[in-house]
């Protein structure tokens, strides 16, 4: 109860405090706003990627997880009803759509995803350009089961998923893609955890290259995570959008800039 007491009052200070375009002065983060941020279009994928949520969110089906990172806010067992996956540890609908419009506008071709849950952020970003490649990392055996019955249902063919705990897998997973242009870091939840997945990535990173990170602000453990992202050497832009943190590496960014905006 504590800890959603002050996740609440964080919440609120970022909300009365975060800024919109009017307060930014970098062309490509204006340019982003506007192009991507401010964007109200809803396609018909939206609709058939939030009809999938919905049945996830109806169905009475249960899963035996195995969870390797941080714990999930509700403390569920090793039993866990997909409705409860679908309610608590996916993205919410506003996120994924995000997603969607930034890979539009980025045009990443080699996306990884670290933490696929249920699929529906990695559909998302599948959908937003059917010719990438989406190569997403889960570490329970049943949800990624159950993450590919739902890419089955939605018809995509351009994502490749891998099981197995990031650290045993991630490094081999580098070594077969020629870059990184886009990864999302939504897995283990933990400082040094997601700063070595950072580390990793940007030996694959480039300067138009994207990372995503999940829940920067959860714990004061995470806060630190995204302080030590942002004074890394090679980032020159971030975003926090409180929910998540958006990192860039674009040369253009003379001078380092950190922006917290209104999502």
């Not at 002050?6 to 970022?14: G, H, M």
């Not at 506003?94 to 990884?112: D, E, H, S």
């Not at 990695?122 to 890419?151: H, S, W």
Request: with cysteine; net charge neutral.
């Amino acid at each position: 109860m504590a800890h959603k007491f002050e996740f609440a009052k964080k919440y609120l200070r970022y909300y009365f405090t975060a800024g919109n375009r009017h307060d930014v002065h970098s062309p490509f983060v204006y340019a982003l706003i506007e192009e991507v941020l401010r964007d109200k279009s809803k396609p018909n994928i939206f609709k058939e990627v939030e009809a999938l949520r919905r049945q996830l969110l109806q169905t009475k089906e249960e899963l035996t997880v195995t969870d390797l990172g941080a714990g999930s806010l509700t403390g569920a067992g090793t039993v866990r009803k997909v409705s409860d996956i679908a309610r608590y540890a996916a993205k919410p609908p506003k996120f994924g759509q995000l997603f969607y419009r930034l890979v539009q506008y980025l045009q990443p071709q080699y996306m990884l995803e670290l933490g696929t849950s249920l699929g529906l952020s990695t559909a998302y970003m599948a959908l937003a350009k059917p010719d990438a490649q989406v190569l997403t990392i889960e570490g329970c055996p049943n949800i990624a089961a159950r993450a590919r019955q739902n890419f089955e249902l939605l018809d995509i063919k351009n994502i490749q998923q891998r099981t197995g705990n990031f650290d045993d897998v991630l490094p081999a997973l580098l070594q077969e893609k020629p870059r990184l242009d886009w990864v999302f870091i939504d897995g283990n939840h933990r400082k040094d955890p997601t700063l070595a997945y950072f580390e990793q990535c940007l030996t694959q990173a480039h300067d138009q290259s994207l990372f995503i990170f999940d829940d920067i602000h959860w714990t004061p453990g995470m806060e630190e995570a995204w302080s030590t992202i942002q004074q890394h050497p090679r980032v020159t832009l971030t975003i926090d959008l409180f929910f998540i943190g958006l990192v860039f590496f674009r040369p253009e960014v003379k001078v380092k800039q950190h922006f917290i905006l209104k999502y």
